[in-house]
């Protein structure tokens, strides 16, 4: 039996949903759950960084994990704390020197208004300088365990559609399950959870509902976890960088069906796919609806 999730979705909080009245296909009125959007804006110390658009959960672990993830904090900065305020909806990281990317946004601003391009050069350095655990395992039990603990498990995606999942998992165990209306951000609130909680990536396989992109890879690379997987399919380019930095790739993830496109000499085949149980029917996406 699967053992309780760390944090697992809220589906029923109604900060993060609202009902809406419409009509069907039919003409009848329908009232129908709509994920909140509102935007928050991240500083780190006194620069100002990036507006998200949020679901609004998390707003602590979601602000360090977008740093950590876009190699704005070094592994040796030292956050000495984080203000959040929700009617400025501005959340506000204060580390213990000043970075050095908060001269390079400036610098940044100051010529175009935008950071892209600098936040993505520098993240491509962080990528290409790190060394995914080669002696990491996926057991094909565990995996079949996981699609099925993770997709029966009470979800925002479930409830209101329009949503993507990550979820952090050990073995057989799902550990942190987050969303947001952005695949990034709930990667990033993962990220956050990890850095303030001082977890260790190289044991843990990354799961999201959404599209195995090079954002995708990019993250779960730069977090140092080593096996990425999803019910999804995948980007050319995202299996070039997954092959690139040795991660363990897994796509198409539903039921007893699997494809892996990089990493497959982690796998271990010990169980026989057809004695793993299907998904229970509704379970995975709402109805016909892509979340990607």
């Known amino acids: 039996m699967t053992a309780p999730y760390i944090l697992q979705p809220d589906p029923y909080n109604p900060a993060l949903s609202t009902s809406v009245t419409g009509i069907d296909h039919t003409g009848a009125e329908v009232d129908t759950r709509v994920v909140t959007e509102k935007p928050l804006t991240l500083f780190l110390n006194s620069q ?10 998390h707003p602590d672990l979601l602000a360090v994990g977008y740093l950590k993830n876009q190699n704005m904090l070094a592994p040796d900065d030292v956050i000495t704390g984080i203000e959040y ?6 959340v506000i990281v204060r580390t213990e020197r000043e970075t050095n990317f908060e001269d390079k946004l400036k610098k940044k601003v100051r010529t175009s208004g935008c950071a892209q391009g600098t936040v993505f050069g520098d993240v491509m350095e962080g990528f290409e300088t790190i060394d995914l655990p080669k002696d990491a395992r996926l057991k094909t039990s565990w995996l079949y365990a996981l699609t099925r603990a ?27 399950y987050m969303e ?56 050319a380019w995202g299996v070039e960088l997954a092959q690139q930095a040795g991660l363990t790739l897994i796509g198409r993830a539903r039921g007893k069906r699997f494809v892996v496109l990089s990493g497959s000499e982690r796998i271990d085949f010990d169980m026989d796919p057809a004695l793993a149980e299907d998904e229970p029917r509704g379970s995975g996406r709402k109805g016909s609806e892509k979340a990607e």
Not at 48 to 57: F, K, N, P
Not at 153 to 176: F, K, M, N, W
Request: net charge negative; charged share 20%.
């Open 85 to 90: 305020d929700d009617d400025l909806e501005v």
């Open 180 to 235: 947001d209306v952005g695949r990034h951000n709930a990667v990033d609130k993962i990220a956050g959870w990890m850095e303030l909680n001082k977890v260790p990536a190289e044991d843990k396989i990354f799961y999201t509902t959404g599209r195995l992109t090079s954002e995708m890879v990019i993250k779960t690379v730069m977090m140092g976890i080593p096996i990425l997987v999803s019910r999804s399919g995948f980007t």
């Open 48 to 57: 100002e960084v990036v507006t998200m658009m949020t679901i609004g959960d």
């Open 150 to 176: 993770i997709n029966t498990t009470p979800s925002l995606y479930l409830e209101a559609g329009a949503i993507h999942g990550c979820v952090l998992c050990r073995h057989d165990q799902p550990l942190v």
